[in-house]
């Protein structure tokens, strides 16, 4: 079967730097998505890697490793608006969507 | 605000209830999605459409029925459902099925359903 794994919830410091992991397994690979949702809204697209490698966007920052089935969110610099649950999904050789079920982050002042 | 608006935002109905969601979307895409979403779990993928016509139904039961009347609105017909029903309800919505961040999935604020 189809299988994406992440912590369930993790707790970071205001100003800090946390690592979210992903592992995945699934049947083919077309790209590795990171999601963001706060409580009561939408997900909402922050990164997509389908090479190895690492992808920087401002504070966010995503890995890749296709053969390690491995991805991590690296977020720098944390503020207490980036409370929220954080979503990896993998789109799979019939191009679905394979989700995770979601990461809560917390941070305290 | 990400172009995928959803009512209602929250829905209680009893088990013999027949109730609709909808969804619009605003980004001028071609594919749409009806996700369910319940606490710590995975979303899981309902239905999708491509170009109005239905490409995807994932072992949904008869009771949630899909319409979809053009590329903008996705409608979720729900009738006779069960308490273990009860879950966040998302619509997404891409430029097409071909995958790739230009096919990043966008998603509306979701329907809260309540089975009684």
């Known amino acids: 079967g189809q299988n994406i794994d992440q912590p369930t919830e993790m707790t970071a410091t205001e100003g800090a730097i946390v690592q979210i992991n992903c592992t995945y397994q699934?049947?083919?690979?077309?790209?590795l998505f990171w999601y963001q949702q706060h409580a009561g809204e939408a997900p909402t697209f922050l990164s997509y890697n389908v090479l190895d490698g690492l992808e920087e966007k401002g504070r966010f920052s995503s890995f890749l490793s296709r053969s390690k089935g491995y991805s991590y969110l690296l977020l720098k610099e944390l503020q207490m608006k980036d409370s929220a649950s954080y979503l990896c999904?993998?789109?799979?050789?019939?191009?679905?969507?394979?989700w995770g079920a979601g990461t809560k982050l917390i941070i305290k002042p | 605000e990400t172009g995928v608006t959803q009512t209602p935002r929250h829905l209680v109905m009893g088990m013999t209830n027949k109730k609709s969601l909808k969804c619009e979307q605003h980004l001028g895409h071609n594919a749409m999605y009806w996700y369910k979403q319940s606490a710590k779990k995975p979303l899981e993928l309902m239905f999708v459409?491509?170009?109005?016509?239905?490409?995807e139904n994932n072992s949904v039961p008869s009771r949630f029925s899909p319409e979809c009347p053009n590329s903008s609105h996705l409608f979720l017909h729900l009738h006779t459902l069960q308490p273990e029903d009860s879950a966040l309800y998302l619509c997404?919505?891409?430029?097409?099925?071909?995958?790739?961040?230009?096919?990043?999935?966008?998603f509306g604020p979701g329907t809260r359903l309540t089975v009684l």
């Open positions: 699934t049947s083919g690979f077309n790209g």
């Open positions: 459409y491509n170009f109005k016509e239905q490409t």
């Open positions: 997404a919505s891409s430029p097409s099925l071909g995958g790739g961040e230009i096919d990043t999935q966008y």
């Open positions: 999904a993998v789109l799979d050789s019939n191009y679905q969507l394979i």
